[in-house]
């Protein structure tokens, strides 16, 4: 059965809330001494997406997002350089600039959602390797994102480049209602399990 637009749209939404909710819930039942040492370090399994030298792109979690903090420190210690999102205004295409140290939260500023990004003066990056929050994933990689779309209109002109998603295992949905701009994630973090590489 094919669904029109406006079905898929309000499915999304649909389903948006009630991971939100099992994220929520899954997150605050977290033991918070458990919490602090998840996501620290990528899997070892990830090496062969991740070259040497390779720019990664990073997301800084918001609310109950999967954090990337531990991965950040990992990868500027082990000489790559890090990028997050950057946005010149509402409504820019999303770019990438380097965060210099995950350490500094100096290097950041506000940026036009509330976020932080990298100041305006950091260099622009085009990551060789993306990390990407989600709502939902499945088994085989499929993602389901906040529906702003910054992230799918970046991948559709960087197709080369893996992306990785990070989540709670609470995220991992049976089915999600799909459009033909969605397209598989190349692997699925959670704190227990590796989904992929695909």
């Known amino acids: 059965m094919t669904l029109e637009p406006t079905d898929i749209a309000s499915a999304k939404a649909a ?8 994220r929520r819930d899954h997150v605050a039942a977290l033991d918070p001494r458990i ?12 090496g062969a997406l991740i070259p040497d030298g390779a720019k990664i792109g990073l997301y800084l979690a918001i609310g109950d997002e999967a954090p990337t903090h531990g991965y950040a420190r990992h990868f500027h210690e082990a000489g790559h350089k890090v990028a997050l999102p950057f946005f010149a205004e509402r409504g820019a295409p999303m770019e990438f600039r380097h965060w210099a140290s995950p350490y500094l939260n100096e290097l950041l500023e506000p940026d036009p959602y509330g976020a932080r990004q990298p100041l ?3 260099e622009t990056l085009v990551p060789d390797v993306l990390f990407v929050p989600l709502i939902g994933f499945t ?3 499929m993602r389901l994102g906040q529906g702003g779309g910054h992230y799918d209109r ?3 002109k960087h197709p080369q480049t893996p992306a990785i998603g990070m989540a709670w295992d609470s995220q991992l949905a049976e089915n999600l209602p799909l459009e033909a ?6 692997a699925v973090v959670t704190p227990t399990r590796l989904y992929g590489p695909f």
Request: no cysteine; aromatic share 6%.
């Open 154 to 156: 970046w991948l559709a």
């Open 181 to 186: 701009h969605d397209k598989p994630l190349s």
């Open 139 to 141: 088994a085989k990689g």
């Open 15 to 22: 389903q948006r809330k009630a991971l939100r909710a099992a």
């Open 35 to 46: 919490k602090a040492l998840l996501f620290m370090r990528p899997p070892a399994a990830l």
């Open 120 to 122: 305006a003066d950091a």
